[in-house]
């Protein structure tokens, strides 16, 4: 089953993916790029205020922060360094067993480039 946490960052993937084709097939208006990114906003605010119900919620919000934190600060060395360190931090904690920092490095890796 799929967590609401879950379904919020599908949401926002959804959303992200929209943006990005409005984008690239350049729209004749704003009215349509405004849309697509009040929609973004509302997805990732809805992501900061959800209240996770278990552990491994709480670490999927800290992996998708942390991607998100990533992704906007490529080339960026300290940063990349920092939300590294922070990843390794969080699962050397043992706070969910199930989590694989190889999975999120390749995650992270793919929305880099």
């Not at 879950?6 to 992200?16: F, P």
């Not at 097939?25 to 990114?37: C, F, G, H, T």
């Not at 709480?58 to 939300?83: A, M, P, T, Y």
């Amino acid at each position: 089953m799929v967590s609401e946490l879950g379904e919020l960052i599908a949401r926002y993937e959804a959303a992200h993916e929209r943006v990005m084709e409005v984008v690239k097939n350049r729209p004749d208006s704003d009215a349509e790029l405004i849309k697509v990114d009040q929609d973004l906003s509302a997805a990732f605010n809805a992501i900061l205020e959800y209240d996770p119900v278990t552990p491994e919620e709480l670490v999927d919000r800290v992996r998708f922060l942390l991607d998100h934190i990533k992704s906007n600060q490529s080339g960026n060395e300290l940063v990349e360094q920092l939300v590294d360190r922070i990843w390794l931090d969080v699962v050397e904690s043992g706070v969910s067993a199930t989590v694989d920092i190889n999975d999120q490095t390749g995650k992270i890796a793919r929305q880099t480039h």
